[in-house]
C-alpha cells in the first residue's frame, strides 16, 4: 500500500523565521512528488516535482526532491502570516490509474 | 475560483439515508477523482474516472458508489449513512497524470 509521511505534524513560528517541512513516501509506480497548500478549504497546487536533485521555486517557497533517498522538503523562507496553513505532501502513482496518495499534512501557524 | 465545482457545499443528514454530491470538473479534464478528507485520517482517495471510464479504487466502501456521466460530471452517491461518514469530499479533476485541480468541497454532516 502507498504510503506518504510527513513531518512535523505541527509547527508553530514567528513571521520572518526560515521552516523547513518534511515528506518522505514508498510507493509503487512513482511518477512525481506534488506539495499543496490548504487553508480554509481546497487545496491548492504548489509544486509538482519528478526529478531527482533539481529545485523548484516560487518566490519565497522552494522544494527538492530526492528520489534515492524518498524524500522531499518544502523550505519556506521569510515566513509571514499568510504562509499559515495545513501544507499537504502527496505522491503521484500509477499508470492509466493514476492517483495522488497525500499524507496527513504539517499545520503550519506563523505568529507576528 | 478553481474551476471545479462541487454541489452542493453542504449537506446535513440523519443516519441511514443516502446522498448525492456532483461534480463538474475543469473544462477540458477528463479524470476525476473524489477524496474524503477527515480530521484524523487526511486527505482519503475514494476512486478515480476517465472519460466515463472507471480507472482506479481507493479506500472506498461497498456503500459508497460513483459515476461519470457522458458530460464528463461525476456523481457520488453515498447510502446507509453512519455518523463517522461525516467528512468533508473533495472532487478534483485533472488532463492526465499530474497535478489536481481540487474544487471547494462538500461538507457533509450526519446527524
Known amino acids: 500500500e502507498d504510503k506518504v509521511v510527513q513531518s512535523p505534524l505541527s509547527l508553530v513560528v514567528h513571521e520572518g523565521d526560515t521552516v523547513t517541512l518534511n515528506c518522505s513516501y514508498e510507493?509503487?509506480?512513482?511518477?512525481?512528488l506534488l506539495w499543496y497548500k490548504q487553508e480554509k478549504k481546497a487545496p491548492t497546487f504548489l509544486f509538482m516535482l519528478?526529478?531527482?536533485?533539481i529545485e523548484k521555486k516560487s518566490g519565497r517557497l522552494s522544494s527538492i526532491l530526492d528520489k534515492k533517498e524518498l524524500f522531499s522538503i518544502l523550505n519556506i523562507t521569510a515566513t509571514q502570516t499568510g504562509d499559515s496553513a495545513v501544507y499537504l505532501c502527496?505522491?503521484?502513482?500509477?499508470?492509466?490509474?493514476?492517483?495522488?496518495?497525500f499524507g496527513k499534512g504539517t499545520l503550519l501557524t506563523v505568529n507576528p | 475560483d478553481s474551476g471545479v465545482t462541487q454541489t452542493p457545499k453542504h449537506l446535513i443528514t440523519a443516519t441511514g439515508q443516502r446522498v448525492t454530491l456532483r461534480c463538474s470538473p475543469r473544462?477540458?479534464?477528463?479524470?476525476v477523482y473524489w477524496y474524503q478528507q477527515s480530521l484524523d485520517q487526511g486527505l482519503q482517495f475514494l476512486i478515480q474516472?476517465?472519460?466515463?471510464?472507471?480507472?482506479a479504487k481507493g479506500n472506498i466502501l461497498e456503500r459508497f458508489s460513483a459515476q461519470q456521466f457522458p458530460d464528463l460530471h461525476s456523481e457520488l452517491n453515498l447510502s446507509s449513512l453512519e455518523l463517522g461518514d461525516s467528512a468533508l469530499y473533495f472532487c478534483?479533476?485533472?488532463?492526465?497524470?499530474?497535478?489536481?485541480?481540487f474544487g471547494s468541497g462538500t461538507r457533509l454532516t450526519v446527524v
Open positions: 510507493v509503487t509506480n512513482f511518477r512525481s
Open positions: 519528478t526529478s531527482s536533485g
Open positions: 473544462s477540458g479534464d477528463l479524470s
Open positions: 478534483a479533476s485533472s488532463v492526465g497524470p499530474g497535478d489536481l485541480t
Open positions: 502527496a505522491v503521484g502513482s500509477g499508470g492509466s490509474n493514476y492517483k495522488l496518495t
Open positions: 474516472y476517465y472519460n466515463g471510464e472507471e480507472r
